[in-house]
């Protein structure tokens, strides 16, 4: 098969090895912001951001040339971050056959005004169908950190999708015997599930910046107050998911979604830097001025959950963390936890 | 209060910190095979294995003066291992007022030959109830270290029993600003959430020790695949704690145990060890012959559910993760976990 990954992010570009190695035909496409990336992709053979080189054969692409790249392709998959939404849906979605199947890891929900929560996909479709556009797109997600997937680590994820023939074709494409496979129907549930982790990853990991503010900053890992972070996390993604009518095997793969985030980055960094005592802004600024994926969702979900607690559809007694962590991302609390209210 | 310890294990141990910092009256009582703890905290005021000393009041006594230890107390902490579950039966549940309240931290569970998984509360009130005694036993249940809990980390727990009077009385008198208790009357579905996760910690630890056998023994820590075991345990302890009736809550509770548990001591090692191509009686050996709780309770859990398969209650198939420990800890399977059993 041909196989055409368009953003060449690290999540996006290491399905390249998968692909590649089951012996299919790989492009890897740039957006405009990544023509640095793709320079050293085709000087190096390999990321920049990874360490080992891509399989031999995967082609790379600027975006200048991605509509010739992407002919013949038996599928795409959108690489873009959260911030290209938009674009991906201008400049791609709008502009290939609408027959032309689309995988993508990109991770978020977008809020409406009614407080209901959508996936992407969801977004996306809805965009292109008010152009007469029928197109539905696929999306990836469970516990897969970018650079342990290039390293052939076990990993376990699902694909989610309106056809399950679409979906397996993909599969096929992409499984290997490190790389997982499981597929749904449910999209709502299993990108809720996903996005939905990122602001309980960092509830998790303020936890441990307040334990080094307690005990300093050499008091090493203490599991306790991380664990009882996950448990009230694990209650309010419970809740949150049934509002999408997520089956429970989604659930599930937010929770490992959860553990492998609480794990990786800068969510983790961040919630530490938090935690210690730092402002939001001065959290920030240590990160570079970074604005966070992770938290632009976190955010999102609290205000959509705020809004239909208003409606009266929840209970907001019922979100004690997230409501804790968008206090604490708007700079209002500290970053102490609410222990009691996490008690039934 | 006063609040009469039996058993002077850690988890036991530990709980006489919070009991006397709200100034209750503790005694600290050790079982026949605690002589030389007694001692020891006798003369230094400290547990042999934690690294702060008791609260200044506590008292101690050797078990053959645990009846007037005991006289007077509100409740009693039951701080035996699952292998005094018999002994604390016959020597301080038959020997002591039916109406004199018990909370235990005794972890596991018991199979029956139906298959049924049962507390200890549970078995405990049985036996009891066949001597016409009617007695009504307290467990603790949730994502706690000992040696954490004596640091004051912030710890999530739950009490369960049948009597939401004497849970709050207990409550009373152990919560304090770091120790956040819930209270449920879901005894089995607690007790089955606490004792589910053990061999499902040891299976996450297990892809610890399948990574350094895979990429040697300073690879350091990858997550991908400890997170898609998390997910694949969630997915089998839910349907477990379904059997059980267990509540949501209590579910919620078993995920944070089980998230601890990994990071935990001797189940993670084992794990590890195992995970590296060790047998199993060669990583009992390296843990100096010590048979550790959690796998017994993981065996005997698997066989409760292979039981009921053969019942047609259930699926075997649901539980590929379990019949995997199974078979690892019975010598019969190579630790590399069947990652393709766990997609849907």
């Known amino acids: 098969m041909k ?4 953003g060449a992010g690290m999540m996006g570009s290491a399905l390249a090895f998968p692909g590649r190695e ?20 085709r000087s190096t053979g390999r990321h920049p951001k990874f360490e080992r ?4 054969g995967v082609k790379y692409f600027q975006f200048e040339e991605w509509e010739e790249a992407v002919s013949g392709s038996d599928f795409i998959i959108c690489g873009v971050s959260s911030f290209g939404v938009d674009w991906f849906l201008n400049e791609v979605l709008s502009h290939s056959a609408s027959d032309l199947p689309v995988l993508s890891v990109t991770k978020g929900l977008i809020d409406l005004d009614d407080g209901t929560l959508i996936s992407y996909p969801e977004y996306w479709a809805n965009s292109l169908a008010q152009k007469s556009i029928k197109r539905d797109i696929c999306a990836i997600g469970g516990p897969c950190t970018s650079y342990e997937l290039v390293f052939h680590d076990h990993t376990e994820v699902a694909f989610c999708g309106n056809s399950m023939q679409t979906l397996k074709m993909m599969k096929q494409a992409l499984a290997t015997d490190y790389y997982h496979v499981s597929l749904t129907e449910d999209v709502l549930g299993l990108e809720s599930a996903v996005a939905l982790k990122n602001g309980y990853a960092l ?3 303020l936890t441990i910046g307040l334990c080094e503010r307690e005990n300093g900053e050499d008091c090493g890992l203490h599991y306790n107050s991380q ?19 997520a089956t429970e095997d989604c659930e599930c793969m937010g929770l490992g979604d959860l553990y492998v985030t609480v794990y990786g980055g800068r969510t983790r960094l961040i919630g530490i ?6 402002s939001y802004d001065e959290a920030v600024r240590e990160l570079n001025g970074v604005t966070l994926e992770s938290l632009v969702v976190a955010k999102r979900v609290a205000r959509a959950i705020k809004r239909r607690a208003d409606k009266g559809d929840v209970d907001i007694n019922d979100f004690p963390m997230l409501m804790h962590i968008d206090g604490l991302l708007c700079g209002e609390v500290d970053a102490q936890l609410p222990w009691d209210k996490f008690t039934f």
Chains 1, 2 share one sequence.
């Open 203 to 205: 509830g998790i990991a």
């Open 3 to 6: 196989i055409s990954i368009i």
């Open 22 to 41: 089951n012996g299919n035909e790989v492009c890897l496409i740039g957006t405009p912001l990544d023509t640095d990336i793709i320079k050293a992709c």
């Open 227 to 245: 664990a009882g972070a996950f448990y009230q996390s694990a209650r309010e993604m419970k809740k949150l998911l049934r509002l999408q009518n």
């Open 53 to 56: 080189n891509f399989p031999s």
């Open 273 to 278: 830097l938090l935690g210690r005592g730092l």
